[in-house]
């Protein structure tokens, strides 16, 4: 019997799990050091002005107050207001040009409504966390305008130069040297977050489509055959239902018949569940299988390869989708389906998901299976 269940999903490997808030708590964690930096400017820009006054009352100026003097001269605490200010305005402009594009499918695309379209190419200035931003950066210039902490805040048309450079190698870096472009984990994350990806879709429809309908009453079909329900009874059949998952997404046409399933022969049928969906009665039959190992100890179970895996496979035969896209999306659809059941009250404990390689130099799918009945604490008669 395999010995790496636990290690790595019998050649399967590691599923991914959900990414949760660390980028986040990055992101916040250097705007709560930037904000200190930027009140550290501010102190010490009026530390400044209370110095120059003492000077210009006394006529004497210490050395370290002479160099700290000399420091003004950079305007280091206005320069974050006009940066601000610039970021502000290339982001304008960027959307501007997405909605040069997208002002040719107002109709297809934003419901031929001039509102909707603006919505959607300037959306990013209409959260919550800009408002706030931008109430901050206004606070912050009058405050700046009003203690005339500077000599250009009087003279404002001295910084536009400034603010249009500012702009212009920002586009300029995100369109020429490709900084708009997201990275693979960004695109992940946007995928996986919004529930658009192959993996999703495909999960969605294997659980919506029937896993909800067989799980629903499986004991009640179970106990609908006399046999399989003595079976039940004293435990050598499980109230489970065993999906199979192989990374390399390759299903046969039925189980037990080559040596890749040697050691898992088909037993019967459950009785037939009938379900009235899109005007018609859709019949859905499962296969008990009897597994056995080499030592002869075996057991029932009822277990079949999840078919929606063959798409992500002819995608990957057909299309630019390869054999890497392939294996990350077959790992989040075990993902995908496992929180689907789990979070489902119907199909809670009812199924489980039976990951593993595959290949041909992989373990066997009948070590794998008693590996995972073992697991779900099912006695194993001989």
């Known amino acids: 019997m395999a010995g790496n269940s636990s290690s790595d999903n019998d050649g399967f490997g590691e599923v991914p799990k959900k990414r949760g808030e660390r980028t986040r708590y990055t992101a916040n964690l250097f705007c709560f050091l930037f904000g200190i930096y930027s009140f550290y400017l501010i102190a010490t820009t009026v530390q400044l002005e209370k110095m120059e006054e003492r000077s210009f009352c006394n006529g004497t100026l210490t050395a370290g107050e002479e160099e700290l003097c000399l420091v003004r001269e950079y305007n280091h605490v206005f320069s974050l207001p006009v940066l601000f200010c610039s970021a502000i305005i290339s982001k304008i402009v960027m959307c501007l040009f997405v909605l040069a594009e997208e002002y040719k499918h107002k109709q297809s695309r934003h419901n031929n409504s001039n509102r909707q379209l603006l919505k959607n190419c300037f959306q990013v200035f209409l959260t919550m966390n800009f408002l706030v931003g931008f109430c ?18 009087n003279h404002w048309s001295l910084n536009w130069p400034n603010i249009i450079t500012s702009v212009g190698v920002t586009v300029i870096t995100n369109y020429a040297f490709g900084f708009k472009s997201l990275s693979v984990v960004e695109n992940s994350e946007i995928h996986e977050s919004s529930n658009i990806n192959v993996a999703q879709g495909l999960a969605w429809s294997y ?25 039940l009874n004293q435990g050598n059949l499980q109230c489970k239902f065993y999906a199979i998952i192989p990374r390399n997404c390759s299903i046969p046409s039925k189980l037990g018949d080559s040596d890749k399933h040697r050691g898992i022969t088909i037993v019967s049928d459950l009785p037939v569940v009938e379900e009235p969906r899109a005007g018609v009665t859709r019949r859905y039959i499962n296969s008990v299988y ?29 299309t630019e989708f390869d054999a890497q896209k392939r294996d990350d999306q ?14 489902n009250e119907d199909c809670r404990n009812k199924c489980v998901i039976v990951p593993f390689s595959g290949a041909d130099d992989g373990p066997l799918l009948r070590d794998v299976l008693l590996d995972k009945i073992k697991e779900n604490r099912v006695q194993i008669s001989g």
């Open 136 to 153: 901050i950066l206004l606070c912050s210039l009058y405050w700046i305008r009003s203690k005339d902490v500077y000599l250009f805040t």
């Open 207 to 231: 659980f919506t489509g029937y896993l909800k309908i067989i799980l629903k009453d499986l004991k009640g079909t179970i106990e609908r055959d006399e046999i399989w329900k003595r079976e």
């Open 290 to 318: 009897k597994i056995e190992n080499e030592e002869g100890v075996s057991h029932y179970a009822i277990c079949e390869y999840v078919t929606i895996i063959d798409t992500l496979f002819q995608m990957s035969l057909y």
């Open 330 to 343: 077959c790992r989040l659809l075990v993902r995908k389906l496992t929180e689907l059941i789990d979070g």
